[in-house]
């Protein structure tokens, strides 16, 4: 690069021995170069990227156009401000000015982009699952973070500026906020990592280990919400979140979930009658599921009955509580109408009673 804007100056200073004319020639040729270049992104690069069917190219090019075109412009005057031959003074700050704004213009299109590439990324969150809707801002705003640090970097180094203090400050100003705010990170690091490893996600039914279940209405940087079955909202934090044991209802391949209804009945029943009822009160509910079939399981035998259950699917978790209601109700009416027993436990007590000695004996 040195090379070749050595070249330029030379051979404009064959074409023009005045240095101010040398300058102006070489801010023109920047001019139209800058112009020709803006030219053929317009006319030719867009109308390629048109013929696609995403949007992200169309939208790249338009915030890169302008930094371009800029960014040559800005060239040819850094050349013409050596031309100049200004003080040395003078031609640091110039030169200086210059760099910064080269700075400030690609960290504003690095911004753009990586804004323009997150939101494209979140729209797709079966393939990244960390970047989502919910974690966008965090993103957009580490990224700037990175960015803003990067560029205020590059314009010390541009104003000559010794930012090795500047370091060492901020590195302890970084330990007191993350000693201060520890719970905070806590909370904002695994919600990122719950929705990236997505052990449960919004509309799911899930039960915590301390006993709360309800369904998962939004999943946050700093909580996750649950609404119970009672219309309470329960706000748990991301950090106790991602150390709790989790039962996911919804979890697994399907969306559907089996229920089990235990029943009992007395030693002596008929037990493929029993069966027989079960199955034909499962089959005849229409919130039970027909595929997979109800089936029936003789578990074991209790202590006080023959034990039962009755095992089959249902749509979605929210229905359980609903499902076993009506499940249970139809099995007692209809044992009560076949006269299968229920067994409950029963003691029997016998009372054994000691006989009095007969009166008036020997003394």
Not at 20 to 32: D, E, K, S
């Amino acid at each position: 690069m040195n090379e070749m804007t050595q070249q330029l100056i030379d051979w404009v200073a064959t074409i023009a021995p005045n240095r101010y004319v040398q300058a102006l020639i070489v801010v023109v040729v920047f001019l139209v170069a800058a112009k020709i270049v803006n030219l053929f992104i317009t006319r030719v690069i867009r109308r390629f990227v048109g013929r696609t069917r995403g949007q992200f190219d169309d939208q790249l090019i338009d915030i890169v156009e302008q930094p371009i075109f800029l960014t040559v412009v800005l060239v040819g005057l850094s050349i013409a401000t050596k031309l100049l031959a200004l003080p040395e003074a003078a031609s640091k700050v110039t030169l200086a000015l210059l760099t910064t704004f080269v700075v400030l213009i690609w960290s504003a299109f690095l911004i753009r982009l990586t804004r323009l590439v997150l939101t494209t990324i979140s729209a797709l969150p079966d393939r990244f699952r960390m970047v989502q809707k919910q974690t966008l801002p965090l993103f957009n705003n580490l990224a700037t973070i990175i960015i803003v640090a990067v560029a205020l970097y590059f314009i010390f180094i541009a104003w000559n500026i010794n930012i090795t203090a500047w370091v060492a400050s901020a590195g302890i100003i970084g330990i007191a906020v993350s000693f201060a705010a520890k719970d905070t990170l806590s909370n904002l690091f695994s919600g990122v990592f719950i929705l990236a490893d997505a052990p449960y996600k919004i509309g799911d039914f899930i039960i915590l280990d301390s006993g709360e279940r309800g369904m998962v209405t939004n999943i946050g940087i700093r909580s996750t919400r649950l609404l119970t079955r009672d219309d309470v909202e329960i706000t748990v934090p991301n950090g106790v979140m991602g150390n709790a044991k989790i039962t996911n209802e919804a979890g697994g391949p399907y969306a559907n979930r089996r229920i089990r209804v235990k029943v009992g009945v007395a030693y002596g029943s008929d037990i493929d009658q029993v069966r027989a009822i079960l199955l034909d009160v499962a089959e005849n509910n229409p919130a039970v599921c027909k595929d997979p079939e109800p089936r029936v399981r003789f578990r074991t035998f209790g202590e006080s009955g023959l034990d039962i259950e009755l095992l089959c699917w249902i749509d979605e978790p929210v229905l359980t509580g609903r499902v076993l209601d009506s499940l249970n109700t139809e099995v007692y009416k209809r044992f009560q109408a076949e006269g299968i027993e229920i067994p409950y436990p029963k003691r029997d007590v016998y009372f054994h009673s000691k006989q009095a000695p007969a009166a008036g004996g020997t003394d």
